[in-house]
């Protein structure tokens, strides 16, 4: 079956620094990959569409400049979490679209401490 | 806009016991996918089943089944034979026909499910 990792499941790190999460597509190529967002007992909240070789399209309210996408091949898309600050902290989860079913495939989540 | 609502935030079977987890859904679209993750501790999601809109056939995967009322609106998931390893968090969501980019997933709010030995 597909396979979509995330590297690294957990991290911590200081405010005002900046922390980069990896999605990989392990046995399939994702033109489209998704980064979600969740709170403890709550549900994803999707950040925002990645997209092999373009623009990342974010959702309303998510800023762009503090969490950037690049998707940089069909295998690997990466979230940055730049000057991170305590409110930051959360699960964050990415998802990687198969074809040619279009099914959602997703990473086991990243947990992100900002102390 | 499609919606999908998850009412019950908790729910609890006893082992070995069935239990029915709701989800309604709100959309313009004809055609479409309606799916329920599982999420566990671990908190992998997992898909637990597929539907869809276009087929009558309510699917079935073992013990998980649901009963799709389009007119209706509603998607509910019939757990049977209740095991310790169900307890989870269920995400019942929506998918729009198009594909790559648009192929977002709306997600309901998520209900807890417990079990009980």
């Known amino acids: 079956g597909a396979v979509v990792s995330q590297h690294p499941s957990w991290v911590i790190c200081k405010s005002g620094t900046s922390v980069k999460i990896e999605c990989r597509s392990l046995d399939f190529q994702a033109t489209t990959m998704f980064w979600y967002r969740q709170f403890p007992k709550k549900s994803l909240m999707l950040m925002a569409t990645s997209n092999e070789g373009s623009k990342a399209t974010y959702e309303q309210g998510v800023e762009k400049d503090k969490f950037l996408i690049n998707h940089a091949s069909l295998t690997l898309s990466t979230l940055t979490v730049t000057s991170a600050h305590p409110e930051d902290s959360s699960f964050y989860i990415c998802s990687a679209v198969s074809r040619p079913d279009y099914e959602q495939y997703f990473g086991p989540g990243t947990r992100l401490t900002v102390t | 806009a499609q919606t999908v609502t998850q009412s019950q935030p908790e729910m609890s079977v006893q082992e070995a016991e069935t239990v029915t987890l709701s989800c309604t859904y709100d959309?313009?679209?004809?055609?479409?996918?309606l799916f329920w993750y599982k999420q566990p501790p671990s908190r992998q999601m997992i898909l637990v089943i597929r539907?869809?809109?276009?087929?009558?056939q309510n699917a079935t995967e073992n013990r998980f089944s649901v009963n799709f009322q389009k007119a209706a609106k509603s998607f509910s998931l019939k757990i049977s034979d209740s095991q310790l390893g169900d307890a989870a968090m269920y995400f019942c969501?929506?998918?729009?026909?198009?594909?790559?980019?648009?192929?977002?997933?709306?997600f309901g709010k998520g209900i807890t499910l417990s079990v009980r030995p």
């Open positions: 969501a929506y998918r729009p026909p198009r594909t790559g980019a648009n192929s977002k997933l709306t």
């Open positions: 539907q869809e809109a276009y087929k009558q």
């Open positions: 959309t313009s679209e004809s055609d479409y996918y």
